[in-house]
């Protein structure tokens, strides 16, 4: 009888003592940080820095290079911000291009022999950074048509396959002309205060040099870039069976420029180049 009352002693004292227990907090699960991709790498001198996104794919297989000159008083994180201006990004990457969203020296350098130098040596950077396929493309916008049109003439740093233009300048003289701000810029970027001689206009240059593959967006209601004298005027110089001109309408980089069918259209026209390559 005295081990039945010990037993059921013990048994009460186990049953109070887990009633009045407090369970303790479990210990949090640790959570391992998932590596976050660097989507625009900057390259070049802070202030007028270039921004460098790379397509997943070409991490297993090499992928070709466009490089994006800016309009005026802009910069690549102005491109990078632009909502519209990402439509076009978006597909570039979407079809395994890598893009350089390119500083040009900075704002208003008017595609200047000394700004092309600086793109020059931030292109030569980009292509350590990913596994690129040996063809490097030019994009310019507005001013920036004058750094993508250089960039693919004799004398450039880094060969270009196929220019791109979107309501772009192309005809130094008439930006000079154009108006006294214009002219400012022009003659600080190229370092004199007379008007830059044929020898560096990039049309003037174009029409010495080899036909090119171009793609040329123009719109003759464009007010601030003359459709006329600068993208049409350049256009007979294009190379045939791989070039595309698209007629716009509208004001300066207006929003038609920047639509999922304008993006397909640029895309389509790299990627034909890309197949012309391949075939040779």
Not at 50 to 59: A, E, K, V, Y
Not at 147 to 174: C, E, F, K, N
Not at 192 to 217: C, I, K, N
Request: aromatic residues 8%.
């Amino acid at each position: 009888m005295d081990r039945l009352l010990s037993l059921i002693m013990v048994l009460a004292l186990s049953v109070s003592s887990a009633a009045g227990a407090v369970t303790p907090p479990r210990s949090p699960v640790p959570v391992t940080p998932v590596a976050q991709p660097v989507d625009w790498l900057p390259l070049g001198q802070p202030g007028r820095e270039s921004l460098l996104q790379i397509p997943g794919s070409c991490t297993y297989l090499p992928c070709p290079l466009v490089v994006v000159s800016h309009p005026r008083n802009q910069s690549a994180a102005r491109l990078r911000d632009s909502p519209t201006f990402q439509v076009l990004i978006e597909a570039l990457l979407d079809s395994h291009f890598a893009v350089l969203l390119s500083g040009d020296g900075g704002p208003a350098t008017w595609g200047s022999p000394s700004a092309l130098r600086e793109v020059g040596q931030i292109h030569a950077t980009a292509l350590k950074r990913f596994s690129w396929n040996g063809h490097t493309y030019a994009l310019g916008l507005s001013m920036g048509g004058l750094m993508a049109l250089r960039s693919a003439l004799p004398g450039s740093p880094y060969r270009v396959d196929g220019v791109a233009l979107i309501d772009a300048w192309t005809d130094l003289r008439v930006a000079w002309s154009a108006s006294p701000t214009r002219r400012q810029e022009i003659s600080a970027a190229y370092g004199s205060p007379s008007e830059p001689p044929p020898g560096l206009d990039p049309l003037m240059q174009t029409f010495r040099a080899p036909y090119l593959p171009l793609f040329v967006a123009a719109s003759l209601g464009d007010g601030t870039v003359p459709a006329l004298t600068n993208g049409e005027r350049l256009y007979p110089h294009a190379a045939l069976g791989s070039s595309q001109f698209v007629s716009l309408s509208g004001p300066h980089l207006g929003g038609n420029r920047f639509t999922p069918d304008m993006a397909q259209k640029l895309v389509g026209f790299y990627k034909r180049l890309e197949g012309r390559v391949a075939v040779k």
